[in-house]
T-cell receptor
Framework: GAVVSQHPSRVICKSGTSVKIECRSLDFQATTMFWYRQFPKQSLMLMATSNEGSKATYEQGVEKDKFLINHASLTLSTLTVTSAHPEDSSFYIC????????????FGNGTRLTVT | KQEVTQIPAALSVPEGENLVLNCSFTDSAIYNLQWFRQDPGKGLTSLLLIQSSQREQTSGRLNASLDKSSGRSTLYIAASQPGDSATYLCAAGGYQKVTFGTGTKLQVIP
């Protein structure tokens, strides 16, 4: 069964609004979660690494003020797309692992965001 | 910076054929190599995980190999079926980071 739950699976919002995506590890504690985005016909690109109780680490070129990440507990990380624009429309996927290295990452089912 | 490339980008085969998907990575200092499948508009399904100390893993009709020194991994699919049609992604696992390949879109024709 799924060990990482991502919600919502699909969301449509108007330009200028904010959208929050949740990523939960269901049966284990995840000190680290990862957020990816995928544009059509492209591979997944890491956006940021979310660490429980501390600030997220963003990849180069990812705006931290636009993509707010909160990892308030060992089972929940949230990604908030603020003031969304049509170019933010993408597929967002989170992943979580039990330890920071050498353990398989489990992925959520993704969130399809469409900004109109 | 780790870079992961997959060849071919797309592949179309008749049902029943055996096939090989290739994955290459530039930094051999990885912890593991993972293969996923992704159906259109869907999330990722983990297929096989090879730890850095291992050379291959098998699950049913799937066999994945890993050669760290040459920076290569292959995914072998035996007796392909139409249900195998999907995009296959390899991912090189480093410390706190996973780098995905560009993907191979597979179509198995009945």
């Amino acid at each position: 069964g799924a060990v990482v739950s991502q919600h919502p699976s699909r969301v449509i919002c108007k330009s200028g609004t904010s959208v929050k995506i949740e990523c939960r590890s269901l049966d284990f504690q995840a000190t680290t979660m990862f957020w990816y985005r995928q544009f059509p016909k492209q591979s997944l690109m890491l956006m940021a690494t979310s660490n429980e109780g501390s600030k997220a680490t963003y990849e180069q070129g990812v705006e931290k003020d636009k993509f707010l990440i909160n990892h308030a507990s060992l089972t929940l990380s949230t990604l908030t797309v603020t003031s969304a624009h049509p170019e933010d429309s993408s597929f967002y996927i989170c992943s979580a692992g039990r330890t920071v290295d050498n353990s398989p990452l489990h992925f959520g089912n993704g969130t399809r965001l469409t900004v109109t | 910076k780790q870079e992961v490339t997959q060849i071919p980008a797309a592949l179309s085969v008749p049902e029943g054929e055996n096939l090989v998907l290739n994955c290459s990575f530039t930094d051999s200092a990885i912890y593991n190599l993972q293969w996923f499948r992704q159906d259109p508009g869907k999330g990722l399904t983990s297929l096989l995980l090879i730890q850095s100390s291992q050379r291959e893993q098998t699950s049913g009709r799937l066999n994945a190999s890993l050669d760290k020194s040459s920076g290569r991994s292959t995914l072998y699919i035996a007796a392909s079926q139409p249900g195998d049609s999907a995009t296959y992604l390899c991912a090189a696992g480093g410390y706190q980071k996973v780098t995905f390949g560009t993907g191979t879109k597979l179509q198995v024709i009945p």
